[in-house]
């Protein structure tokens, strides 16, 4: 028998493919067959990791019900959710009242819906009256949504819609490669070209993206900064700035405009090592096309500088008069699935939900209105992601922790740290659908729902808001992380009752949001099912909605959108002579995040069995590497070992890795969490390394000194 088939929206990345899923029996059971529907954004077609995403809803590692333990080095054992629910409950009361309310805490992730992310802010601050939440979008858009609030007074990741990418006649971007990690959005920017557009890639890898542009500049890592004050030197030397648009509508260019003198082409090009002639010709591009887009991604924003480094590719969008021209802007390429809304809604340290903040007396009011609380019971802003888990177990620090849909032990900077500190913890609680890295160091694990199993919205990178809908049931014993929340806030008992239904938790959401920033109090989820998703900033059932930003004015005190001088400085590791080479990470095309989703994908495992570092010829010959040989990668904090890939598409003194592995394959144990001062970004994207052919016969004790859990 065949079922009907339901529209729903893919489990994975900020793109949110429409997909449909169709029950079809097959064997004993019944399996949902995926297949793309036509959205806005996939018009269709979906990646490997979406054709695949319905393998793991009946997987057999699946977590089906709640896992506790007394000692940490004991196995689990399968709890009643009662148990489960009462010992987290226990755990963060208990750190409470021996170390203060800040003592328990949350960390959440930009996969989890709205109404999740909105749940998990207000829990934290309502029912533990803690200051102690973040989550993992501090890793990812934290850097491109200080500089969007900064110059545009507003953080949405794209200010116009992903198929306006087609129309542009120049697309500029720097340190993001779709190819790889959006494939279906790849189809506008192929129309572009189909039009005669021109496509430039800032990337220090010759990426599928960059292969199929016309341009490509290829940085140092770390210099994005430099080259687009280099580039914006260069516009006022031939006289490329578009004067009336920064009269009308910008503040601040003068003191950028002498501040730039310093970026001559020669030096520039030491810097960056980018060919002065191709500067120019990028630049000329940029600035004489009717329509040019730049689109920033992680490769320019996650490092110690990122949040500067996007306000140069800003600044340059500026004086080019692009933000709120026809087909033209600067925007970021949000990552997870709802990493937009995700830091729209309140999880992160210094947010209030509709993108209010946290330390603002009237943002305050009107939030501590809708949650029924006094306003000055609400908490100041706690401290960031990376800062969270490094003062974990210790004085001032989180005591308890609630880790909800992020893999922090695989996904964090200086992972092997974080792991230590992870296990100093009085209490540890983990929710997620497998046995993540972990949730294998927790006290109790419980088991949530996925994607098909659950209703709720989700918004995806262009600002657009979507509809998850559930489409089959969850496994029996599993639950949903809204009705953990709402649970675990009764059995608190602080605050008004927490919905545990995603609708009348929408419908709560869209109250705390009216007048913010991300005002969603228009969007209905009638509104987003006819409508094909809605737009924000919605202020009411009759607002249309805004899929483009700032064709009059910038949502900025006086309107006007503002330039910020900005100055190169080093990366916080640069090459010596014990670390002389640089490491880069990123993302690889089957493989998702932390990899707890894709490493259990038998699809996925097939297209990419392991993970492999990129490594030019030259500097492998120089090492004694050969293709598939294994390479041991050492920096200052640990060491990890991976097979080499040879490829000339990667600068020679640069080596480039995945981070969605564990084990003596976990690449965050050696990344620098040195932070981004206004974003608090750790710095992922570069940090000194020293290279060596492994020698196989080495004991793992001798590869990893700072790995001596086995479980790590
Ligand atoms: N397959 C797959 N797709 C994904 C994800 C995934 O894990 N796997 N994750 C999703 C998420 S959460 C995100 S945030 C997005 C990320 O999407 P992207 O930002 O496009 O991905 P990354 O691979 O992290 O980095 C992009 C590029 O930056 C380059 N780079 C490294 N250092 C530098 C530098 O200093 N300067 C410049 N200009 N470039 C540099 C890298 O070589 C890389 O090609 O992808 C989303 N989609
Ligand atoms: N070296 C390096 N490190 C990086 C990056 C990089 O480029 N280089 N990129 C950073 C970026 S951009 C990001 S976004 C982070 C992501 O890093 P993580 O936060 O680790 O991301 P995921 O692997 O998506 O983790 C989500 C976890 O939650 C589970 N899960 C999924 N949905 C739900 C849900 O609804 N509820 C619950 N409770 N669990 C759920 C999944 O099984 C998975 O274990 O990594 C960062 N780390
Ligand atoms: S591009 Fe992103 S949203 Fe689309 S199918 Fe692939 S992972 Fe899913
Ligand atoms: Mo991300």
Known sequence: MAGSPTTTHCPYCSLQCGMTLTPREQGAGTVLEVTGARFPTNRGGLCEKGRSAAELLGHPDRLTTPLVRDVRDEPFRAATWDEALRRIADGLTVAQERHGPDAAGLFGGGGMTNEKAYQAGKFVRV??????VDYNGRFCMSSAAAAATKAFGVDRGMPFPLSDIARADTVLLVGSNPADVMPPAMRWFAAGRERGATHLVVDPRHTATAAAADVHLQPVP???????????HLAVKHRLVDTAYVAGRTTGWPAVKRALRQYWPDRVERITGVPVAVMERAVRLL?????????SGRGAEQHAKGSDTALAWINLALALGLPGRPYSGWATMT???????GREHGQKADQLPGYRMLADPAARAHVAGVWGVDPDELPQPGVSAYEMLDGLGTDGGVRALLVMA?????SAPRAAHVRERLR???FLAVSDLFLSETAELADVVLPTTQWAEEDGTMTNLEGRVLRRRR???????????LAVLADLARRLGRGEPFDDDPRAVFDELRRASAGGKADYAGITWERIEAEQGVFWPCRSEDDAGTPRLFRDAFPTPDGRARFHVVHHRDAAETPDDEYPYRLTTGRSRAHYQSGTQTRRTKALLDAEPEPAVDIHPDLAARLGVAEG??????TRRARARMRARLTTTIRPDTVFAPFHWSGEQTINDLTNPALDPASRMPEFKVCAVALEAARTADPPSLRSPEREDPSG
């Open 127 to 132: 029912a533990l009256r803690s200051a102690s």
């Open 222 to 232: 770390g210099t994005d900064l430099a080259l687009a004050n280099g580039l914006l």
């Open 287 to 295: 600035a004489e096309s009717r329509a040019t887009m730049i689109l």
């Open 335 to 341: 990552g997870q699935g709802n990493g937009q809304g």
């Open 406 to 410: 992020s893999n922090v032990a695989v």
């Open 424 to 426: 100093s913890l009085d």
């Open 471 to 481: 489409v089959t049931d969850a496994p029996e014993g599993v639950r949903s992380d």
């Open 629 to 634: 040989g294994d390479l041991e990668l050492r």
